[in-house]
């Protein structure tokens, strides 16, 4: 290619791209409102949902959930550029980690010993399961979407980081609906529906994230 040519090509390609975490904002708030119009459209929500807030530990559900969720987004938004910093955040996400374990341990200290198997299974087990990941599909794709206009150098890691957003957030939709408060319950089975999602996020980015 000549000089002339290759001039004319960079002066050609100045298009301004918008922000990854603008086109996030914009999109991201649509994907959770259709996340819980299906739940609601399904499920329902709990009938005490506003005083199951007054509860410090149902309210620590949104909390942890909302967390990990939005600390996710922060650290794969990191990832997606190829100068970011590969560790920055990931002590974030261990911290929320710590803290859903910390709850946990209190919850099975405090829960009486013939209490705990009940308290950890619960009611709704399997709905927590298969609902999580359903809720956490929309979120999670419209992440991936847009993480696919950075340039990671790392699509396995920003994918599994991405899927710990969009389903930590899918989790906290789906709190809205869970009647069980107990840390024995939530941290169990919400970890590992996320970590489900996070596991077939980081597959899918490896393929899709790779430039």
């Known amino acids: 290619m000549k000089t002339d040519d290759f001039i004319r090509v960079l002066a ?52 942890v959930t909302g967390a990990l969720g939005f600390a996710g987004l922060y650290v794969s938004l990191n990832l997606a550029r190829p100068n970011g910093r590969k560790g920055a955040g990931l002590g974030l996400l261990l911290l929320i980690a710590c803290v859903a374990l910390g709850l946990m341990a209190w919850a099975y200290i405090t829960t009486p010993p013939d209490a705990r198997l009940m308290a950890t299974y619960g009611k709704s087990m399997f709905t927590c399961l298969l609902t999580i990941p359903v809720l956490s599909i929309v979120p999670a794709i419209v992440i991936l979407t847009t993480l696919r206009q950075g340039a990671t150098t790392v699509p396995a890691l920003t994918g599994f980081v991405a899927g710990l957003a969009g389903s930590g957030l899918g989790a906290a939709v789906y709190a809205m609906y869970c009647t069980e408060d107990s840390p024995l319950f939530y941290v169990t089975w919400y970890g590992l529906a996320i970590l489900a999602v996070a596991a077939t996020s980081a597959l899918v980015g490896s393929r899709v994230l790779r430039w």
């Open 12 to 63: 050609a390609d100045r298009r301004r791209h918008r922000p990854l975490r603008n086109t996030l904002l914009m999109a991201l708030p649509v994907a959770l409102a259709l996340s819980a119009l299906a739940l609601w459209l399904t499920l329902g929500f709990r009938p005490d949902l506003m005083q199951s807030l007054t509860l410090p530990l149902s309210l620590a559900r949104f909390l």
